[in-house]
């Protein structure tokens, strides 16, 4: 079985601050980990994935996350926040390659206040 | 490159009406097709996946339907909606080694009054 705990279901930082999005997983083999973004009334848009290697991921507009499997982590972040990062972000694991494993989180929603 | 498509994007129906959801794929054969669903203030919900043409595994017993008549078109469909049907449909698309990576299209909202 596997599992994703999105910490903070509202997430509000400063315009410029750093933004720090938590994701703990549950795996019983490797996983893929992914992060998405979800603008209203919008699909969802991937950020990053992890897979194997590197374990710091670098994705799209300034995003990074770190897998960490001591601490069963793979937590999103942003040096500086802008106001269009404002948005809800899914974490996701999938364990096994298979195309009906993937399981999401139940989100974190970033307020940016300028 | 490839896109993805879902029609209507917005959907106001009465309790006990039919339901059609179109999502279709350009640019790819072949692909993982799924159906997920919304709620507000919750997280994704698989209802259905499909790895082929007539091919559907349903995830969550219900009243919904899927139908796959063609290699890239997914078809969401109930023959009474409920009140609890209301939400935000996703379509999805994955394939080939990397089928976990699952692409998104825009959203179909579906309101039963």
């Known amino acids: 079985a596997q599992s994703v705990t999105q910490l903070g279901s509202h997430v509000s930082v400063s315009e410029g601050a750093l933004v720090l999005l938590r994701c703990n997983y549950s795996?019983?083999?490797?996983?893929?980990l992914f992060w998405y973004v979800q603008y209203p009334n919008q699909g969802l848009q991937l950020l990053l994935k992890?897979?194997?290697?590197?374990?710091l991921v670098k994705g799209i507009n300034g995003f990074e996350a770190e897998f960490k499997k001591s601490e069963t982590s793979f937590h999103l972040t942003k040096p500086s926040a802008h106001m269009s990062d404002a948005a809800e972000y899914f974490c996701?694991?999938?364990?096994?390659?298979?195309?009906?494993?993937?399981?999401f989180g139940t989100g974190t929603k970033l307020q940016v206040i300028p | 490159s490839q896109t993805i498509h879902q029609w209507p994007a917005t959907l106001v129906q009465p309790v006990g009406s039919p339901l059609s959801l179109e999502c279709t794929v350009e640019?790819?054969?072949?692909?993982?097709l799924y159906w997920y669903r919304q709620a507000a203030g919750r997280g994704l919900q698989l209802l259905f996946y499909?790895?082929?043409?007539?091919?559907i595994s349903s995830e969550v017993p219900q009243n919904l339907s899927a139908s796959r008549p063609q290699d890239r078109q997914f078809i969401l469909s109930s023959k009474k909606l409920l009140l609890s049907d209301s939400g935000f449909y996703l379509c999805?698309?994955?394939?080939?080694?990397?089928?976990?990576?699952?692409?998104f299209g825009p959203g179909t909202r579906l309101t039963v009054l």
């Open positions: 992890y897979t194997t290697g590197a374990t």
């Open positions: 640019g790819t054969s072949n692909p993982n």
């Open positions: 499909s790895v082929g043409i007539g091919q």
């Open positions: 996701a694991v999938s364990s096994s390659g298979g195309y009906q494993k993937v399981t």
């Open positions: 999805a698309w994955s394939q080939g080694r990397d089928t976990d990576t699952q692409y």
């Open positions: 795996s019983s083999v490797p996983p893929y």
